[in-house]
């Protein structure tokens, strides 16, 4: 059999959140990784925050949402904001009253109603920070915050990034917006490894649950999406698993003969 490229989402894939991976999705990383397989984190976390949850054994991955690209522990490609794309774009999000969060290689800085939310997320201790602490830092991915009663506003402020030529898609939920380079996006940096000789195209694999998964299972040779993930995306994948709490990820790749 030939050697797969496994790219999995973490949060609502391979990870419940606020709980962890279960252990039947440990086992499958272990068993793919030991059948000659490489499995891919494929997040939109940062690499600091993404390790803590995918704390067993894997071939590197792809890190907010295509931002950076680490193999071995290291960077291998960024696609980084300047100081200058930052301005812009938190103008936006101060024009119409959106929280604002930067996200580096290691660290989270967010402001308003959205920090105080997620300050107690206890695989960011350390490395969560108000906004006004930010001091240059390479940045590969920012976020709006909003709430539902933005709605309007948000679309607005879709329009303009997609003016300015920024990447966005949702996260999970329709209300908080995830912002990367122009161009960037979880797919596109699997096509980046491919077209530097680090995967084969023809054997990827991705697995996910969410909008911002979308591009990454259309980059890839087969896709998966997981039966408690955004139906949304259902259309566009070759396989709809199990639950995540029904041991989805496990039974993935058991379907697909890739492990026992």
């Not at 000659?36 to 997040?43: I, L």
């Not at 119409?96 to 800085?109: E, L």
């Not at 649950?209 to 949304?232: F, H, Q, R, T, W």
Request: aromatic share 14%; charged share 30%; proline share 2%.
């Amino acid at each position: 059999m030939d050697k797969k490229y496994i790219f999995t989402d973490l949060d609502s894939t391979l990870s419940i959140p606020r709980e962890g991976v279960p252990s039947s999705a440990k086992e499958a990383v272990a068993k793919l990784l030991a059948n000659g397989h490489e499995v891919f984190a494929a997040t939109g976390r940062n690499y600091y925050a993404a390790e803590q949850v995918f704390d067993s054994e894997h071939s590197g991955g792809i890190y907010s949402v295509g931002g950076e690209i680490i193999l071995n522990g290291k960077v291998i490609k960024d696609f980084y904001f300047t100081e200058d794309d930052l301005k812009k774009i938190k103008a936006i999000a101060d024009k119409y009253a959106f929280c604002f969060s930067i996200v580096t290689h290691d660290n989270v800085y967010v402001n308003g109603w959205a920090y105080e939310n997620r300050r107690a997320e206890p695989y960011y201790e350390g490395h969560f920070f108000e906004l006004s602490n930010y001091k240059k830092e390479n940045t590969a991915k920012v976020n709006f915050h909003t709430r539902e009663e933005q709605k309007d506003d948000l679309d607005k402020a879709l329009i303009e990034l997609d003016e300015l030529g920024y990447a966005h898609c949702y996260k999970s939920i329709k209300t908080s917006v995830e912002i990367t380079c122009p161009g960037v996006s979880k797919g596109s940096a699997i096509r980046w490894l491919a077209d530097n000789g680090y995967i084969d195209i023809k054997n990827t694999i991705g697995i996910g649950d969410s909008y911002n998964d979308l591009e990454m299972l259309k980059s890839c040779a087969y896709s998966i999406a997981v039966g408690s993930g955004d139906k949304y995306i259902f259309d566009y994948v070759d396989m709809v698993t199990d639950d995540i709490r029904n041991d989805g990820f496990y039974k993935a790749f058991v379907k697909l003969g890739l492990i026992d």
